[in-house]
């Protein structure tokens, strides 16, 4: 088993914008908020056995084919490594785009599953736990070292992004441009057909899910 945790953060505008914090190198900034040149969010997935962090600048809105498009980039460079890997624990905050509800995203991770031969097993934190989602350090540490730099261009963002360190280690950094359509949801008829494929813990059917997984007998679906 491989475990994993995925998350995204606030989006940021990107422009000459004043965020707080101290620099070292005196840095100009806009007196005014004005219309931000791009925006961006960080996606990241954090190995934390390994202390590995890959981090996506996301420039669309990201939605739950947005987050397993990059679980889908992340195990393209992870599977030959962790070939032996039968199932992939997930820790996740339980996020409009992601929770075990969200039809898109459970018919994405389905043929994620199959595609790869593997069990996604998904743990969520309930709500006010989101805390004690691992990647939730690597965040805080991001926001310490871009804290009072000047985020006024894609490339900035993706430079400062590539430069922090967790644990002595660089995360790997990406831009994605692709533009994901909003409200994409399966009918209900089709998400009984993905329901089929999954099972849900007993009392915690929302917050612990198998995908394609061999469960003991007492497990319904």
């Not at 310490?144 to 995360?171: F, R």
């Amino acid at each position: 088993m491989l475990r994993i945790s995925i998350d995204a953060k606030a989006m940021i505008k990107v422009g000459p914008f004043a965020r707080g914090g101290k620099s070292r190198i005196p840095t100009k900034a806009a007196d005014h908020d004005f219309e931000p040149v791009a925006t961006v969010t960080p996606v990241g997935i954090f190995l934390p056995a390994f202390d590995e962090l890959f981090l996506y600048g996301v420039t669309s809105k990201v939605t739950s084919d947005c987050l397993v498009d990059r679980l889908l980039d992340c195990w393209e460079t992870l599977k030959e490594r962790f070939s032996h890997i039968k199932t992939l624990l997930i820790n996740l905050d339980n996020g409009p785009e992601s929770h075990s509800r969200r039809t898109q995203f459970m018919q994405r991770l389905v043929g994620f599953a199959q595609q790869y031969h593997l069990t996604v097993r998904l743990a969520y934190y309930p709500p006010y736990h989101s805390k004690y989602n691992p990647i939730e350090r690597c965040w805080g540490i991001l926001e310490q070292h871009w804290n009072g730099a000047l985020l006024d261009s894609l490339e900035a963002v993706i430079q400062y992004a590539s430069s922090m360190t967790w644990k002595g280690k660089h995360p790997v950094v990406s831009l994605v441009t692709t533009t994901y359509q909003t409200g994409v949801k399966l009918t209900k008829e089709a998400m009984v057909l993905v329901e089929n494929q999954i099972q849900r813990l007993p009392a915690l059917r929302k917050w612990f899910v198998d995908i394609n997984a061999s469960l003991p007998a007492s497990w319904d679906s």
